[in-house]
């Protein structure tokens, strides 16, 4: 289902006719020659959707991907990361309630026997389809084996149960839930006349949370192999890499992007990479909103760095640091513990002309506090942290959440 | 107060008479030669205890020092970093109800002042004593400056309250707490007929908490100033330097060792070694006992590293990752976060060799699960983690604790 209302919201917000429109509520189903489906095949004991598929019809079937960096990598990522080597990608298989982390040789057999059968169900439906045409992505606790008796009866339902339209995308965005609370799907259209369309879920990428981060995005622009990988990587290390929920990096973050070409519309380089960094930005802002226990969405932007990279390592320390998240989830206008925590990064800097401010209020400057700095209100959703190091021009941020009870107890009691 | 039923204990314990004695509650002036005391000078709003001294009274000075590792340094450690350059200390100084950190050039002339004042009031005293002698130490909230009329008037105090025996060790124990729950103190006593002593405040160094870690270490041995140096160093970072609370590093941590030569006994490095070694590891487990919101106590240990560096470089990921600490606070045997923490760290694993056990029952077995790793019971308060590489013969060892509701809760509301 669309949701029509922010849909509107959107349009009527007046952006000019020949800019591009983003749209919430829809999905990897809004460009064309794409279907998608989810449903309930048994993986997940609360009997939630659990299996999602994602599939191009084509004319072209050009694909990138970007993976977790962890050295653990679940099965369904060296599966993946091979058959992606091929630039070239039909469908996708995603299933939640279970991660195929850490269960040996037979948990790769696993990935590539779903992958067999996604590929031998679309031919027998039609459309002649090879394994090494299918990525497969999974998300849940680690280290158990799937239950392949219900995931492999699921890929034949699923394959049958593909509609076109909106609703199969929105399906397929439910069916990758884990411990999100909404699903997350966002679309743009190019007054060009192509589009993109985007599902995710969870809260990280590269840093972020446990929670695994999936993202399968979709074109029906006419893109190579090698435009889509620049277009991700570029987005990806200015969206998903810098949300950090807590520091943890799952073994199955995935950010997958297919193109069909079914607009016929060539595209420049310097418009796809615009048009996907849009969606990443947007979905990355949606699984912020959601992550486990956040009552705060907390942006840390570092300026007056020597490097972009500085300023993105100095903002992550400062995201990462578990007293500065308690004392968001606090409303706490500690700002020492920024200072601390800046101060203990891997990046050089000067302590006496480091100057602060929370949600555009000073509260140090020159290393020392500002006046009326313990009154500053943070007690809103939204808190703006930004640190001036002053040593030269360069600026980076992450975004992250607070440190809530919320958050203790959600993953106090994950797997048990 | 000496807590005689933990010596009487240790002693009836049978340790053999020839081996050194470990006895809990005696503290700084269990050595000969030292003087301490602590009182309230009214720097806590709460009116409780905030200032102590520790005093040698000679015939030897010989000092030796180790300091937080964060570039943002409190104006007490620039200070005293300074006065430990001549290897010679008199007096060490230490407050609480305030870090005078993030101060500015007023904050150092805070620090610098109250030394003055203790040296002139020791000289009072009968004791000819300058400010290069006295170190000192703060802890409290970082950003505000201290209130230095109730600083100067509790300094002229203090100096003529101090009292010989225990009692004054353990008043300044009291003095130097913030959120601590407990005095922390031991003392060794060696059968040569030296001993050591030591009072600690806080849960960390150079890795650890903001709760800033401040100890005092006396002896009565005769060493010089760079034997001193390396009985610290070596066991500061086997002790200290591997309690890792929650990543953050105070702006303030500070450890000093001071000797009196009272006993006019020489010492024998190796001797000195395993000594200050014994006093600090028994004040770091009593650091992780109270740690703040502390329900378990975890030991890290990592095995089969290539070198001891990258045995303690992974453990101290895992001790440091939000999802291990949040399952450990559950008692929840998610072995799976632990493998995605060792997998991010920056040492080069090989993920299908690794084993993991809990509380001696294996988890994991080559990179997937054991049989029964779901069921270990980790519901008591001590939780050992051995993770084997299998890559090498070194073996690491970091302290932690659990994540738990009462760590969010102490550290939302600190400064407000």
Redesign the interface.
């Known amino acids: 289902m669309t949701d029509n209302k922010d849909e509107l919201d959107r349009i009527e917000g007046g952006a000019p006719l020949d800019a591009p429109r983003i749209v919430r509520g829809q999905g990897v189903t809004a460009p064309l020659g794409f279907r998608a489906a989810g449903l309930a095949a048994g993986i997940k004991k609360s009997g939630k959707q659990d299996l999602a598929l994602v599939f191009n019809e084509g004319p072209e079937y050009a694909a990138a991907g970007v993976f977790t ?5 679940a099965a369904p990522v060296l599966w993946s990361k091979q058959v992606l080597t091929t630039g070239r990608l039909r469908a996708v298989i995603l299933n939640s309630g279970g ?1 195929n ?4 040789p037979g ?1 790769f057999q696993d990935a590539h026997q779903t992958a067999e059968a996604v590929a031998e169900t679309l031919s027998n439906w039609g459309t002649e389809t090879g394994a090494v045409e299918v990525a497969v992505c999974s998300t849940g ?4 084996r799937l239950p392949m008796d219900k995931v492999l009866n699921g890929v034949t339902e699923i394959v049958h149960e593909m509609g076109g339209g909106l609703s199969g995308g929105t399906d397929a965005a439910h069916a990758i839930m884990t411990t999100d609370t909404v699903p997350k799907q966002v679309a743009l259209h190019h007054p060009q006349g192509w589009n993109v369309g985007g599902m995710g879920k969870g809260a990280g990428m590269m840093a972020p ?2 929670a695994t981060m999936l993202v399968v995005l979709t074109t029906d622009a006419v893109a190579s192999a090698g435009q889509l990988d620049t277009a991700l990587r570029n987005a990806a290390g200015k969206t998903f890499d810098r949300l950090d929920i ?6 199955n973050d995935t950010v997958l992007l297919l193109s069909s070409g079914a607009s016929g519309i060539p595209v420049d380089q310097a418009d796809l990479d615009a048009a996907v960094y849009a969606v990443c930005d947007d979905l990355a802002a949606q699984m912020q909103a959601d992550a486990e226990g956040v009552t705060k969405r907390v942006v840390i932007t570092v300026t007056g760095a020597v490097t972009e990279d500085d300023a993105v390592t100095v903002a992550r320390a400062v995201a ?4 500065v998240k ?2 968001m ?9 920024v ?6 990064s891997p990046v ?2 000067n ?2 002309i ?1 100057s602060v401010s929370f949600n555009g209020q000073a509260v ?1 400057r ?4 500002a006046e009326g ?2 009154d500053v209100d943070l007690s809103g959703t939204d808190i703006d942290v930004i640190v001036d190091l002053g040593l030269g021009d360069a600026t980076g941020w992450v975004r992250t959440t607070d ?3 919320a ?3 959600e ?6």
Not at 69 to 73: L, M, P
């Open positions: 960096r962890n050295q653990v990598k991660a982390a850490c269960t040996g948990g606790l680690i280290g158990d949370s446990l807590d520091g943890s990096t799952s073994t990462r640091d578990s007293l308690t004392a989830f606090g409303s706490d206008p500690n700002w020492g513990r200072l601390a925590a800046v101060g203990i050089t800097v302590p006496d480091i140090c020159n290393g020392y506090g700095a313990r440190l809530s009870h958050y203790v107890e993953n106090s009691a994950y797997s048990s």
